[in-house]
């Protein structure tokens, strides 16, 4: 088990920063074709509440740039940086095809890019899709002398059947295992990553141990020689189905060290080919209402640090 960070080193040999995009797609489960309202956790933003979709992908990028520099400002000095654009809002695979591929190819033209990293659902992975990032792979960006690195996100949230259909994501467990084995066939270096939510309304410390289980066994089974995971703790916001369901005390959000409790027992059931990254989400604050605790960042990034640091 890796960090990010070291990850990204380990390929690149300098830091590497993501810098978030908006390919103006939506979701299958918001426009009618399997649903509609997006999953219940989601904001009206689809989780790109810090991006701009009315600007080009290369006025993203830059504004993203700026962002980045200004937060890493005197911890760069002269050392290599290297960006990697990351398609976030909504399902960045779902849409126009001929329009994804000119998007996702902007975004790897951008000054000192070195891969590309897209968001989606496991029942949004096409051979057509994978076609095209089969192509892109193939092109040499001038900042490494290198074939872009490629990384999908497939948002599986929970292996809990019956919690999906609670928080209304439209697709099963056997989607996210058939997108896993066909990105492993049609693009074999590709670099998956599994979101999971930790705290989903009903589920048991067990259920999410189980869902860190089926994952890491999906991807061993297709043969990924490394894979990544990312951990949220739920978080509610304003204007969604779980804002509702949380003012009528339907569920409760896990305590600061409830979540840390959770954390200390799956981390060392993930294997040692896993990257992990990420251990906490990042909650808009304006759009935030609960936990509380989750929106100091900096005190929770420490205290990650303090805790889990040695199972790196």
Not at 100 to 118: F, P, R, S
Not at 187 to 203: A, R, S, Y
Not at 239 to 255: D, G, I, M
């Amino acid at each position: 088990m890796r960090t990010l960070s070291d990850f990204y080193k380990s390929l690149f040999g300098c830091k590497v920063y993501k810098i978030s995009l908006n390919a103006s797609c939506t979701c299958p489960n918001r426009d009618g074709t399997k649903g509609t309202g997006g999953c219940i956790f989601c904001s009206a933003k689809g989780s790109g509440d810090f991006i701009s979709s009315s600007k080009s992908i290369s006025c993203q990028f830059e504004e993203g740039l700026k962002l980045v520099e200004n937060k890493s400002r005197g911890r760069k000095g002269k050392n290599q940086v290297l960006y990697i654009p990351y398609f976030q809002s909504f399902t960045s695979t779902y849409g126009d095809e001929n329009l994804l591929k000119q998007k996702y190819i902007e975004a790897i033209n951008q000054k000192d890019v070195c891969g590309l990293a897209i968001a989606t659902r496991p029942d949004c992975i096409s051979e057509n899709i994978l076609s095209i990032l089969k192509e892109i792979s193939q092109i040499i960006l001038p900042a490494t002398g290198k074939k872009p690195f490629i990384q999908l996100e497939l948002g599986l949230q929970t292996s809990n059947e019956n919690t999906g259909k609670l928080i209304n994501r439209c697709y099963t467990d056997e989607d996210y295992k058939n997108a896993v084995s066909l990105i492993k066939k049609e693009l074999t270096d590709c670099h998956i990553v599994t979101h999971l939510i930790l705290g989903l309304p009903g589920e048991t410390e067990k259920d999410m141990i189980d869902s860190v289980s089926f994952v890491a066994a999906a991807n061993t089974l297709s043969g990924n020689s490394s894979w990544g995971i990312k951990f949220t703790c739920l978080y509610v916001l304003k204007n969604t189905v779980l804002e509702k369901l949380y003012r009528e005390k339907k569920f409760s959000v896990l305590t600061e060290d409830e979540y840390f409790e959770l954390l200390n027992k799956i981390l060392p059931l993930i294997p040692q080919n896993a990257v992990v990254h990420r251990l906490t989400g990042d909650p808009p604050k304006k759009e935030a209402v609960a936990p509380l605790w989750s929106f100091d960042k900096k005190r929770i990034l420490n205290r990650i640090n303090k805790s889990f640091f040695t199972l790196f």
